[in-house]
């Protein structure tokens, strides 16, 4: 994957700037979900897309703590169990008690995004949504693996705070090699210049 073609990171800034905007849009519950799930689990389009509620609850019915995300909904033998980020988890919370409410809802199989037309939505579909969310928003080579690259980013970063490596971090993006992994991770320049400064 060749560096110029990599999807731009999103600041700190810009996630809170774009969830603002898209509370204002339609449909901004559903839309929001989108885009966390993809900065905040590191889902891809297709992940995204095909992610149903009984992957997110618990025998109980009531939603977990974890992403339980099976091969057949992920790319190839990826897939993998992901902690759920707490705004994530109140985002999801807030779909469930309304999805709850339906008297067709079917928790086995119903998929978490859905479109008016359908009970489900399709990985093109996700791609097209950040495609123009980006372009609305003026944020130049961004595009659906922004979220994803931004997520892998910030948990290579933070992960040896916590004890954990960059396995832990090769895990949670569902790359089968760690060389995929760290392709996706963006540089930080202040943290180079730091690093050399200090041999």
């Not at 996630?15 to 449909?27: G, H, M, T, V």
């Not at 966390?36 to 609850?57: D, P, Q, V």
């Not at 119903?110 to 980006?134: G, H």
């Amino acid at each position: 994957m060749s560096l110029t073609k990599q999807a731009k990171i999103l600041t700190k800034a810009q996630e809170k700037a774009i969830n603002s905007y898209l509370d204002q849009k339609r449909n901004p519950l559903r839309n929001q979900l989108i885009f966390n799930l993809s900065i905040k689990a590191g889902l891809r389009a297709k992940e995204i897309a095909n992610l149903k509620w009984i992957h997110l609850i618990g025998n109980d019915g009531i939603l977990d703590d974890n992403i339980y995300l099976p091969n057949i909904a992920s790319k190839g033998n990826s897939g993998r169990i992901i902690p759920l980020n707490s705004n994530l988890k109140k985002l999801l919370s807030k779909q469930y008690d309304i999805r709850k409410l339906k008297t067709k809802f079917d928790p086995l199989n119903d998929y978490v995004i859905t479109t008016e037309r359908s009970n489900r939505t399709t990985p093109q579909v996700i791609v097209n949504f950040f495609q123009s969310l980006y372009k609305e928003l003026g944020l130049i080579g961004c595009s659906s693996h922004s979220g994803r690259r931004t997520f892998i980013t910030s948990i290579s970063q933070k992960i040896s705070t916590v004890g954990g490596s960059m396995r832990d971090v090769q895990y949670l993006a569902g790359h089968a090699n760690l060389n995929t992994t760290q392709r996706y991770i963006e540089g930080n320049s202040e943290s180079k210049t730091k690093v050399v400064d200090l041999i």
